[in-house]
């Protein structure tokens, strides 16, 4: 069984938040807390790198800075094609809300 780390506990948002990842790749949050989120998207991300993260509210998106801390390959979708897209998931923490100052984008 794997110890949970997490320092805050995550509300399952599942896939319902849209969010993109540094303004260009769209993803979907799956689960999210006070310190960091789970997402699911299209195009790979290196862990260990800092980003910037848009959560796609209703009224007013949110842009927090973010350290990449695990992106792995989760599942593949299979085209009308035959071809077929990688989706991942990354575990992000968010490096402006330790500091307790979270910014907002436009």
Not at 8 to 13: A, G
Not at 81 to 89: A, H, K, N, S
């Amino acid at each position: 069984m794997r110890e949970d780390r997490r320092v805050q506990p995550r509300s399952v948002v599942g896939s319902q938040l849209a969010a993109r990842i540094n303004y260009i790749y769209e993803a979907s949050v799956i689960d999210i807390s006070a310190s960091g989120a789970m997402i699911e998207h299209m195009n790979h991300v290196r862990p260990g790198t800092v980003s910037f993260v848009t959560l796609l509210f209703h009224v007013k998106p949110v842009g927090l800075k973010c350290r990449v801390i695990r992106s792995v390959v989760h599942r593949y979708e299979v085209r009308p094609t035959g071809e077929r897209d990688l989706i991942y998931r990354t575990g992000l923490q968010f490096v402006d809300a330790l500091a307790g100052t979270p910014s907002l984008t436009r």
